[in-house]
């Protein structure tokens, strides 16, 4: 794609938003693509995760940031590059935030199945760093059901989640709705993003 995601409008403007309440905002690139292959279509999660671990690394040694107070805020089919962070937990990740997520690997599309948020809240070590869920009312069934199954792995493990609806909200409404309630949903976002990152539980 050209331009790529990093410079896409809704992702500067998130970058914007959040520069403007104090954080240090960094979009990163990965490669995640979709191929279509002789087996069928193939997501290269693997690749895109270590595109992601690379960022964050390069990102905590720059003098301008705190190492120690770090957030990740991941999209749409961005959602499964949560795992390995909800895994491994490291001290100095203090929130993970979701917006309309895909939170389980889809075998049609030919991605790892260790891409799976739902199982790694599950697993035992650190606690969880906290988390915030943005659902939207009017999702495909493809996404919205991985989300309910998230959630429910969440509650069963004592994971609390905060869940920020957009009941009017479809899937990409941060570019598609040009509403108040989107506006409010992406302030409320980066709210609890910048709250966390202050220390703020």
Known sequence: MSPTPRDWP????YGSLLASLG?????AEHRLQMVVGPDGPFADYPTAAQDVAGAVERVRVDPRVDPERIAL???SGGGLL????????PEW??????TYPLLAPLPEWGIDPRFAPAAAIGEAGRPVP?????RVGLERRLLSEPVAVFLKAAGGNGVPVDVLDVPNGQ???DMLDHTDESRQAVEKAAAWITERLRGQR
């Open 10 to 13: 809704v992702y500067r403007g």
């Open 23 to 27: 954080p240090v905002a960094v979009t």
């Open 73 to 75: 805020w991941f999209f």
């Open 82 to 89: 949560s795992t390995d962070w909800l895994r491994e937990r």
């Open 93 to 98: 990740l203090r929130a993970v935030a979701l």
């Open 130 to 134: 906290p988390l915030l869920l943005t």
């Open 171 to 173: 899937h990409g409404f």
